[in-house]
């Protein structure tokens, strides 16, 4: 039976050697909504790559929807479980379409729900032992985990090196990049076609490729990051250079959620390398927490949490994205940390975890943007979007929109904490320590404001509490109030 494999399906798990495939390329899911036009380029050229590799085994059709390229295969056709539930969804009521189980994952759907029956509340860490424990990963002998810890987190929260406007000029390697090819161009001339020709639109801009888009592209990219550069990452995992965008990051979060690497195969190749003594612990804990951890967790969240999950808004936030963030305008932005963060987004449809969080994330946090309109942002603006990844990132752990379902408090973040973990703050026109004035930070005074807005529905969470006390000591919180409303929409 011929294999359907999705865009995000790619790697050799996904199909036995042998059998048949098929690949679709439907311009109408790019016509639907706009999304980031090298996201898209990253999309199609992986296709037609794996369609290469696949050769006589392949068959490659680019239709306008994937009924039209489904009624000419004449063939009974199975299918992994696709990764969002609107294509789950689809691909069930599809006659001659076996669903087999989903792949490329530590855990089934049926064994999380095990794992979450009667839980309150699901636990990362509770989460992230019970899959070390399952796949012997970074244990001793005796199943305890190596060092005598289970997590290095505390380790992993220093800032940038005092004066670098790079980690490349402290040694850190440049990361891996590819060479792009006769596909990539032959990918750019069919999206110009389709915005000449079929009223197909995008948002961003394509640059050179910067991901890995076949199975050997991406083992090479883990490689030269397991070699180079996974020794650096913990150290610096959540600081944030203006100059770097990079930072000691891997830069497989595209390859993996394209299919391209198992997980597995990832974790095992970083524990191999602190074995080997090749990269310390708490870097090596860092990123497995991060593949075989969250990556998996938000996966597992987002099938447990079900439709509604994406609905929730436990905050009551309704503000409309303004135009300025829609159109990740950055030289609309006077604030240096928005400003380049949205500038790479426009640019590279990416940007690692902590300014997506503590910058992208917080601010939509403090302004009470709509939680579902930001999710639908995210996905179409970030190379790496899917739906599975963006609702339990943005509804849960950015917006706090699910009401603690994920995390214990909302992380909402003043200017002291991008001053502290970042060179943003230097030559930026506003002043982190000043709250009320034409220099107060937008981070600062809308973290305030964010706790004048939100103090009843946070008044019963523990760890809110003293936030909460400080904002009754505030003797200016009447003006920095005023001043934020008179700010509105407008771009900082």
């Given amino acids: 039976m011929r294999r359907w494999l999705f865009a995000d399906q790619l790697g050799p798990h996904f199909v036995e050697p042998g059998r048949p495939a098929l690949l679709v390329l439907s311009r109408a899911a790019f016509a639907r909504q706009r999304v980031h036009r090298a996201k898209a380029h990253l999309l199609l050229s992986a296709v037609q790559h794996r369609a290469a590799e696949l050769g006589d085994r392949a068959l490659l059709l680019g239709r306008a929807t994937y009924r039209e390229a489904l009624a000419e295969v004449g063939e009974p056709i199975d299918v992994c479980a696709p990764t969002s539930r609107a294509a789950d969804a689809f691909v069930r009521g599809l006659p001659g379409v076996s669903v087999l189980p989903e792949r490329g994952w530590v855990l089934s759907r049926d064994e999380f729900a095990a794992w979450a029956a009667g839980r309150r509340r699901l636990r990362l860490e509770d989460y992230y032992r019970d899959v070390r424990r399952r796949l012997g990963l970074l244990l001793d002998a005796d199943g305890q985990p190596v060092g005598g810890r289970w997590n290095y987190d505390a380790d992993n929260r220093e800032p940038p090196p005092r004066g670098a406007t790079s980690l490349r000029e402290v040694g850190v390697t440049e ?130 949490a079900g439709d509604g999950y994406r609905r ?42 902590i300014p997506r969080l503590m910058v992208l994330g917080s601010w939509a946090l403090q302004r009470g943007y709509d939680p579902d309109a930001l999710t639908d942002w995210f996905r179409r603006w970030f190379v790496d979007g899917y739906d599975w990844v963006m609702e339990p990132n943005v509804v849960g752990m950015s917006q706090h929109a699910d009401g603690g379902l994920m995390a214990t408090k909302p992380y909402a973040a003043g200017g002291a904490y991008v001053n502290r ?31 004048a807005r939100t103090r009843d529905a946070l008044a019963g969470n523990p760890r809110m509490a003293q936030p909460l006390r400080g904002l009754d000591r505030l003797h200016d919180l009447d003006s920095l109030l005023a001043q934020e409303a008179a700010r509105g929409s407008a771009p900082p």
């Fill in 421 to 451: 973990m970042s060179d943003y703050c230097g030559g930026c026109r506003y002043d982190p320590r000043v709250r009320v004035g034409p220099t107060a930070c937008p981070f600062t005074a809308g973290y305030w404001a964010f706790l």
């Fill in 312 to 353: 929730r808004n436990a905050l009551a936030a309704h503000t409309r994205l303004p135009r300025w963030f829609e159109q990740a305008d950055a030289d609309a932005v006077q604030a240096r940390c928005l400003s380049n963060v949205l500038g790479q987004v426009r640019e590279a449809g990416w940007a690692h975890h």
């Fill in 175 to 304: 990361p891996w990049w590819p060479v792009e090819d006769d596909v990539d161009l032959a990918v750019r001339a069919t999206l110009n076609r389709w915005e000449r020709d079929h009223g197909v639109t995008f948002v961003g801009r394509d640059g050179p490729r910067r991901f890995a888009v076949t199975h050997a592209e991406a083992s090479a990219a883990l490689a030269h990051f397991v070699e180079h550069r996974l020794a650096a990452f913990g150290r610096n995992e959540d600081a944030m250079l203006a100059g770097d965008p990079w930072m000691a990051h891997s830069l497989l979060s595209v390859p993996l959620n394209l299919g391209l690497l198992d997980p597995v195969e990832v974790v095992r190749a970083a524990e191999q390398a602190y074995r080997e003594g090749r990269a310390g612990l708490a870097s090596v804990e860092g990123f497995v927490r991060q593949v075989v951890g969250w990556r998996e967790y938000v996966w597992h969240v987002y099938w447990f």
